[in-house]
């Protein structure tokens, strides 16, 4: 089974409940959303083919790289038919010291987890076993995509993992605040929150947080974008 890859590179988670630590990522071609503040549109471009690479391929990168922390990234990384056997494949790989891999997948919320969530369930019990964490986006009405969004996958979500909110107005803050309420999400997951850059200030998040009591949330920025341009790629 083959994978198209968009590029793979080792750098700084630049956020995520692992920000500012090196990981090795694999970004996929191909998303089922067009996010209206989406930074990686030429991934999702059905004119990019990217490479494409063996499931063994991609594992045989990650564990040369050496970085514990592991990230699948896009595009929608669900939508690569493969990746079941990837996820699988590099929970059980060790490092050159014999250390599992923190694999962690960011996913848009329009795909569903239940099949890996399935599979993190088998593993538990395995004590050989690396760990895999979700990184799920929850899309605020400034994306244009919330109609596309999963609720059943917010079930899958526990202490180890995130659930993203990227926002861009006071609008989207009121949206993630009702969300958060409604299921009780941080008591469940960490809730993260993460400005669209360039659209909202920061301290406008915080001040809403302050506003309705939201100790459990947290603000996020993407450390990214300050440490390189925009516009590079490989970060």
Known sequence: MSLAVAERFVSINGEGLEAG?????????????????????????????????????????????????VTLTGGEPLLQPSCEELVDKLVHARTA??????????????????ELAALRRDNEADEMAGSLVFTMDWKCPSSGMTDRMLVGNLTHLG??????????SREDLECMRALVQQYHL?????????????????????AFMKEFDLVDVKLQLQLHKFIWPLSQRGV
């Open 159 to 168: 202490a180890s993992d995130a659930l993203k909110f990227v926002v861009g």
């Open 186 to 206: 941080a008591e469940q997951t960490n809730v993260l929150l993460s400005p669209v850059f360039g659209q909202i200030e920061p301290s406008d998040i915080v």
């Open 97 to 114: 010291e014999g250390q599992g891999f923190r694999v962690e997948l960011e996913t848009n919320g329009a795909v569903s987890l239940a």
């Open 21 to 69: 630590r090196l990981a090795t990522f694999v970004r996929f071609c191909g998303c089922n959303l067009q996010c209206s503040y989406c930074d990686t549109r030429w991934a999702c471009d059905p004119a990019f083919a990217g490479c494409i690479l063996s499931v063994d391929e991609v594992v045989n990168y990650v564990v040369s790289a050496g970085c514990r922390c």
